[in-house]
């Protein structure tokens, strides 16, 4: 039977980053993953992720950013306006001293570079596991095929529906959204310069993020089910008429040329991120509205702390699979990811009313902040994932 420090449920990119930062740091480390590690390369693919700078740092740690930076589209500035065309931000990285707030990459690029980094990690795959047993301070894990491994700690990586978080029995807040979102790629009259838009209509955020082509733009579109629903039974060309005024036609007439995907939108978020020997990371531990594209970044971050967690525990000649050292880990990263949870759910609310008081105080509190520096400076800087609070191999 084979035996790791940590067995990671979950070849996510979330589960693939913290295999390799763990590698890294000189744990041993298995993946587990229900479904064939194969890789596309659609050059119009909607997936993509929009990855702020500290999490660029992380890549550039793990040496793989010089391979995903030629496929990741830099992002210098968003505009967002409302329904009423009256409230309007604008966020420029030069306000920042920055040369980009974040890029945007597809995500097999990422996953695929990840994978490719962990050439020493054994990969069990497709393999999901069927019993997590305590035995003599261990963890034995029993999986479909039968086969048996051990580890000290289990991280479950695997998504919304986690298995791993149901075998910690963890109370779980569960509360929809009400809306679905559509992801697809656009193809615009005009260029993007590199700019990100999005417009918060009364049924919710609709978003076009740059990609390579200065004239394809990856497209979220989140939507009240009723109005998402009817979005997806029209033709392209009444769907790209509707996206292009949705859009006032912000980058000219708008077409969409990829196949659309739609996705119910959750949110979801673990009482606790740890038990004995279990921890959680990623979706597994927190799912958010996309409307601000920090969903991904919250997981790297996850990985990224928990392994400076197990590194200083390591050190300390502690196990690291103990409870007293894996609620650090909760300490550490439950707070933030609370606050930008409930950040999206005022965010999204606040962007629905739609009364003429609503709609006049609503522009008035947009525009104040578009016009102070200090605060526009702040959100930028929290946005491209700049803290005080982070491990310290990404404090440059």
């Known amino acids: 039977m084979n035996k790791y420090d ?5 070849g996510s990119m979330v589960g693939l980053s913290l295999a390799a930062l763990l590698s890294k740091n000189h744990f041993s480390v298995a993946v587990v993953e229900a479904k064939e590690m194969r890789f ?30 030629p496929h990741a589209t830099p992002l210098f500035e968003m505009k967002i306006w409302d329904h009423t065309q009256n409230a309007n931000l604008h966020f420029d990285s030069a306000e920042i001293n920055r040369t980009q707030m974040g890029w945007i990459v597809p995500n097999h690029i990422i996953i695929e570079s990840l994978y490719k980094k962990l050439v020493d990690i054994n ?11 305590h035995e ?22 695997d998504g919304a529906n986690s298995c791993v978080r149901k075998h910690m029995q963890i109370d779980t807040q569960i509360r929809s959204y009400q809306q679905k979102s559509i992801i697809a790629v656009i193809e615009s009259h005009l260029a993007h310069h590199h700019t990100a838009y999005q417009k918060f209509l009364t049924s919710g955020p609709v978003a076009l993020l740059p990609l390579e082509n200065q004239h394809h733009t990856a497209l979220v579109w989140s939507a009240d089910h009723p109005v998402s629903d009817a979005l997806m039974q029209k033709t392209d060309a009444d769907f790209s008429q509707a996206l292009t005024e949705a859009l006032d036609f912000k980058l000219g007439k708008l077409k969409v040329i990829s196949d659309r995907s739609q996705f119910v939108l959750t949110m979801r978020h673990a009482e606790e991120y740890a038990v004995d020997h279990f921890a959680l990371a990623g979706d597994a531990a927190h799912t958010i509205h996309p409307l601000a594209g ?27 699979g103990e409870l007293r050292i894996l609620r650090r880990y909760t300490r550490w990263r439950k707070t933030e990811n609370t606050n930008v949870i409930y950040a999206m759910r005022l965010l999204k609310e606040v962007f629905a009313l739609d ?26 800087t929290i946005a491209s994932g700049q803290s005080n609070d982070l491990p310290l191999f990404l404090q440059k």
Not at 136 to 157: M, P, S, W
Not at 370 to 376: P, S
């Open 294 to 320: 920090l969903g991904v970044n919250l997981g790297l971050m996850d990985a990224a702390c928990l392994t400076d967690i197990l590194t200083q525990a390591r050190e300390k000649k502690k196990n690291i």
């Open 123 to 133: 990969f069990y795959t497709p393999n999901f596991p069927e019993k997590f047993v």
């Open 136 to 157: 003599n301070n261990q963890i034995i894990i029993t999986l479909n095929n039968h086969e048996k491994i051990e580890a000290n700690l289990i991280v479950g990586a």
């Open 40 to 69: 596309t390369h659609d050059a119009l693919s909607g997936r993509v992720s929009a990855i702020h700078n500290t999490s660029q740092q992380l890549f550039d740690y793990l040496d793989i950013w010089k391979i995903i930076s």
């Open 355 to 380: 009364t003429t008081t609503s709609n006049v105080i609503r522009s008035l509190g947009i525009n104040t902040i578009d016009q102070c520096a200090l605060i526009k400076n702040k959100l930028m």
């Open 6 to 10: 940590v067995v990671i449920i979950g």
